[in-house]
C-alpha cells in the first residue's frame, strides 16, 4: 500500500469537524456562563437594595416615633416611659444594622446607588446625633430634628429613584436562554 493524499482527507476532515464542534459548544457555554453570572450579579445587587432599604426604613420609622415622643415631653418635661426609653436604645444598634446593609450596597450595589445609599445613611446618622444630644441635654429642638426629617424623606426618594432607574435601563434578555434554573419563578 502506497501513501496518497486523498487518504489523509476523511481524517483531517473529521478532526477539522471535531474542532469546530468544540470550539462552538466552549463558546456557547461561555456565553450561558455569562449569562448565569449577570443574572447572579442582579440578583446580589436586588437584595442589597432591599436589605438597605427595609433597614433605612426600620431606622426611619424608630426615628418617627422618637420624635413623637420627644415633642410629647418624653425626657424634658416628663420621664420618658419603659417604650420610649427602648427606642432611644435599640436606636444605635438600628443604626448598626443600617451600616452594616450599606457596605453590602456598597460591594455589590452600583456606583451610583452606592453614593445615593450613603447620603441616606447620612441623613440618618446626623437624625441620631442631633436626637441623642437632645436626648442628652433634655432639650428638644422641634425644627432641627424636623429638618433632617425632611433630609432622610428626600434622600431616601432619591434612593429610590435611582433604583427604579438602573431596572428600567437593565436588559431584559437576560433572562433569556438557556438558563433555567435562574430563570424568575
Not at 466552549?26 to 442582579?42: K, M, S, T
Not at 424608630?62 to 436606636?91: C, I, N, S, W, Y
Not at 447620612?122 to 429638618?147: C, G, M, N, S
Request: contains cysteine; proline residues 4%.
Amino acid at each position: 500500500m502506497t501513501f496518497s493524499w486523498t487518504m489523509l482527507i476523511a481524517p483531517c476532515a473529521a478532526l477539522a469537524g471535531v474542532g469546530i464542534t468544540m470550539f462552538f459548544t466552549n463558546l456557547r457555554e461561555r456565553a450561558q456562563f455569562q449569562r448565569q453570572l449577570a443574572v447572579r450579579q442582579l440578583d446580589n445587587r436586588r437584595a442589597a437594595y432591599v436589605g438597605f432599604l427595609s433597614a433605612s426604613d426600620l431606622v426611619e420609622q424608630t426615628e418617627k416615633r422618637m420624635t413623637f415622643a420627644m415633642e410629647q415631653g418624653a425626657g424634658h418635661k416628663r420621664k420618658a416611659t419603659p417604650p420610649e426609653e427602648d427606642l432611644f436604645v435599640k436606636a444605635p444598634d438600628q443604626i448598626a444594622e443600617l451600616r452594616r446593609a450599606r457596605a453590602v450596597l456598597d460591594i455589590d450595589g452600583s456606583p451610583e446607588q452606592a453614593r445615593v445609599g450613603r447620603a441616606l445613611y447620612d441623613a440618618h446618622v446626623q437624625f441620631e446625633v442631633i436626637v441623642h444630644a437632645a436626648w442628652l441635654a433634655r432639650k428638644y429642638d422641634t425644627a432641627a430634628t424636623q429638618k433632617v426629617l425632611g433630609d432622610i424623606t428626600s434622600a431616601r426618594a432619591a434612593f429610590v429613584h435611582a433604583i427604579r432607574r438602573e431596572m428600567a435601563l437593565e436588559p431584559l434578555d437576560l433572562l433569556a436562554g438557556d438558563t433555567p434554573e435562574l430563570a424568575p419563578s
